[in-house]
């Protein structure tokens, strides 16, 4: 078995252990859980628990197969990145098994921090994806985009760190800003993508 398949055997295992959790504890959630909460931290969104329990992390599993084929594809057919691919294969399982475990203690009265948590997570993941985004060469990106037309090293060299220092300086703010509040939390994450979204253009439209 080769480290990708191993990884993403394990990236599985990682999704629905967590499952355990609420099966053993199915009795004590209430029949209808919170699954999505506004930033006063107050439940506006409810499922059925049979849904949550045993939906949730099949969801998620589908999820990240469609995930990994993506990626598998753009490896094969385009130009691959393993080491940014390898980053990205964790995301589905990190975020599934947070979400879910967050939902059930939850629904089990404990008292949660939800859009702390939430805000934490995103950090973490943006910092991940700027920490490997750098080592995806002009090339890689230029064939991640439909189409396959080249850009510039040089300014491929000077976006991808611009993208990559973004993400990681973003995150670490969004990490401070969980002792604020969400408003400023929302804010800075608005600025954060638009950030990005304008870099990325500039990356696009300066190809040769």
């Given at each position: 078995?080769?480290?990708?398949?191993?990884?993403?055997?394990?990236?599985?295992i990682?999704?629905?252990?967590p499952?355990?959790y609420?099966?053993?504890?199915?009795a004590?959630?209430?029949?209808?859980?919170?699954?999505h909460?506004?930033?006063?931290?107050?439940?506006?969104?409810?499922?059925?628990?049979?849904?949550?329990?045993?939906?949730?992390?099949?969801?998620?599993?589908?999820?990240?197969?469609?995930?990994?084929?993506v990626?598998?594809?753009?490896?094969?057919?385009?130009?691959p990145?393993?080491?940014?691919?390898?980053?990205?294969?964790?995301?589905?399982?990190?975020?599934?098994?947070?979400?879910?475990?967050?939902?059930?203690?939850y629904s089990?009265g404990?008292?949660?921090?939800?859009?702390?948590?939430?805000?934490?997570?995103?950090?973490f993941i943006?910092?991940?994806?700027?920490?490997?985004?750098?080592?995806?060469?002009?090339?890689?990106?230029?064939?991640?985009?439909?189409?396959?037309?080249?850009?510039?090293?040089?300014?491929?060299?000077?976006?991808r760190?611009?993208?990559?220092?973004?993400?990681?300086?973003?995150?670490?703010?969004?990490l401070?800003?969980?002792?604020?509040?969400?408003?400023?939390?929302?804010?800075?994450?608005?600025?954060?993508?638009?950030?990005?979204?304008?870099?990325?253009?500039?990356?696009?439209?300066?190809?040769?």
């Open positions: 078995m080769t480290k990708r398949n191993l990884q993403l055997w394990l990236s599985y990682v999704i629905l252990l499952m355990s609420g099966v053993v504890n199915y004590a959630l209430p029949a209808k859980m919170a699954i909460f506004n930033l006063d931290n107050q439940p506006n969104g409810m499922a059925a628990k049979l849904l949550v329990v045993v939906g949730f992390p099949i969801m998620m599993m589908a999820f990240q197969l469609i995930c990994v084929g990626t598998r594809l753009n490896a094969n057919h385009k130009a990145a393993p080491r940014f691919e390898q980053m990205i294969i964790w995301i589905v399982p990190v975020l599934s098994s947070v979400i879910y475990a967050t939902t059930i203690s089990l404990h008292q949660l921090d939800i859009w702390r948590i939430a805000v934490s997570l995103i950090a943006f910092m991940a994806i700027g920490n490997y985004l750098p080592t995806i060469s002009a090339n890689q990106y230029a064939q991640m985009h439909r189409g396959g037309h080249t850009i510039r090293p040089m300014i491929w060299r000077r976006v760190y611009w993208l990559g220092y973004t993400l990681v300086g973003g995150g670490i703010l969004l401070l800003s969980i002792v604020t509040t969400a408003w400023v939390s929302v804010s800075l994450m608005g600025i954060i993508v638009a950030a990005l979204v304008i870099m990325s253009l500039y990356g696009t439209l300066a190809r040769n």
